[in-house]
């Protein structure tokens, strides 16, 4: 994420003592696309692509940049 205004070495929430499971902050996939995009400064509510005559988008009808905003704190 660099040159997204992300800082280095950024962590955001925990795992499990095994790293198997996420305990703290948990983050939908559909949220960590939409503050991908984001950060690259496109809408992700306006990519979207065609599959058997419907418009799909990669954040489906979730998404939300929260995310963005907490990597982006100093």
């Known amino acids: 994420m660099a040159g997204g205004g992300v800082r280095g070495g950024r962590v955001i929430g925990g ?3 095994l ?3 996420a305990v703290d902050e948990k983050v939908h996939l ?3 696309h939409a503050s991908i ?3 690259m ?3 992700h509510t306006q990519l979207t692509y065609r599959y058997q005559g419907r418009d799909f988008r990669l ?3 979730g998404g939300s940049v929260h ?3 907490k ?3 100093a």
């Open 71 to 73: 990597l982006r704190k």
């Open 30 to 32: 559909h949220d960590l």
């Open 67 to 69: 995310l963005m905003d």
């Open 41 to 43: 400064g496109l809408d």
């Open 15 to 17: 795992t499990d003592e």
């Open 59 to 61: 954040t489906d009808v």
């Open 37 to 39: 995009l984001g950060l």
């Open 19 to 21: 790293g198997l499971r």
